[in-house]
């Protein structure tokens, strides 16, 4: 049975249930398809890593020979098809949190969407030839893998993935993992629950997007509200932002509406306060926060993700893929510029990871 993954790769099952990775150099041209040949696992693989902190134009390289990562018991190794970048990524790069990182050199990226090629021996929800996607760390600051999604190959815990919904492509799915489990812990902390306004500071960004529509589409809310600049507000209304918020216009904080929350992804913690009905909670992802603002940094968990799947796959939920994107894998370090230009709408996706 030949399973596939894109239109380079496939996965060649065989009635005794043995399976061999297939890769084609090209796809076909004027309807020949290519001859196949079957390879296993290689030990090596292609993978973007840094030996030394420092900006990602200045210590991000190629590395056509990087050894497989081990996979433990727990985990699955995952043929890559497609990873997105997050802050986190170029902040690691740059050494802060070198007290609590992984040792170098090391491989960039915590999303990952890609096929499983392999199972540890007490893995049960996963098996060879799946679709996953998923962040791969289980905390985002503590010892993050050594080998991330900007690799051919990766490695991570069953309990941290989730199955691909069955209408999204590889790059969509990998836009997804950390900035969709963020936007939802950070509206759990607060209690959000139908009825509820929120104004979201940062709507057109990773988290912001998905905060919009977890409010309005998943939880109820009564009310969303949520800044951009000028040329962003019609994402924002798209997203189903009743308000949207020119921050280079108006200052948000001097509205006379009041919400029952205030989502903070970039860093307005101190003003948030000011829009806040009594009663109100604050939550944020940008230390270090002031108190009373709920400051959390994300503990990966796939159910999250297998939760709400199904509203990916009915069309309520969707990714948002900033306009740049997807970059091929040769192109990381430019991937990496944009994202470091903080302009990025959405998210910015690595695709396809040969």
């Known amino acids: 049975m030949l399973l596939y993954i894109d239109k380079t790769h496939f996965l060649l099952r065989s009635a005794s249930h043995s399976t061999s ?13 290519p001859t ?49 970048l997050n802050p986190i990524d170029y902040k690691r790069m740059e050494g802060y949190f070198k007290n609590s990182d992984s040792p170098l050199p090391t491989s960039p990226g915590y999303d990952v969407a890609g096929v499983v090629v392999k199972v540890g021996s007490e893995v049960k929800k996963f098996k060879v030839g799946d679709e996953v996607y998923g962040d791969i760390n289980v905390k985002a600051l503590e010892y993050p893998k050594v080998i991330g999604s900007l690799a051919e190959y990766t490695a991570a ?8 919904p069955q209408n999204l492509s590889f790059a969509e799915a990998a836009s997804l993992p950390l900035t ?7 509206l759990e902390r607060t209690g959000f629950s139908a009825g509820k306004s929120i104004l979201v500071l940062g709507g057109a960004g990773g988290v912001g997007t998905h905060v919009i529509q977890l409010a309005k589409h998943v939880y109820g809310a009564s ?10 507000l019609e994402l924002l209304r798209n997203l189903g932002a ?17 919400f029952d929350v205030v989502y903070d992804t970039v860093g307005q913690t101190e003003q948030a306060f000011k829009a806040l009905k009594d009663g109100g909670k604050v939550v944020t992802i940008v230390p270090p926060g002031f108190p009373p603002a709920i400051l959390f940094i994300l503990s990966t968990d796939g159910c999250i993700l297998e939760k709400l799947n199904p509203y990916f796959e009915s069309g309520k939920l969707k990714p948002i893929l900033d306009p740049k994107s997807p970059f091929p894998f040769s192109q ?10 903080n302009r990025a709408t959405g998210k910015i996706v690595v695709y396809p990871i040969p």
């Open 21 to 33: 990775f297939l890769s084609f150099p090209s796809f076909f041209h004027g309807g020949s398809f």
């Open 223 to 232: 009310k969303v509200a949520a800044t951009a600049s000028t040329r962003k």
């Open 157 to 164: 815990e069953e309990r941290l993935l989730a199955h691909k």
């Open 332 to 341: 990381a370090v430019e991937a990496f510029s944009h994202l470091e230009t």
């Open 242 to 258: 009743d308000l949207p918020i020119d921050y280079t216009k108006e200052n948000f904080e001097d509205l006379p509406e009041k």
């Open 36 to 84: 196949m040949a079957a390879i296993s696992i290689p030990s090596h693989m292609k993978a973007w890593t840094y030996s030394e902190y420092g900006k990602s134009s200045e210590v991000l390289k190629f590395n056509h020979s990087v050894p497989l990562p081990p996979v433990s018991d727990d985990q699955v190794l995952i043929k890559v098809a497609a990873a997105s």
């Open 180 to 186: 969709l489990e963020t936007a939802y812990e950070g």
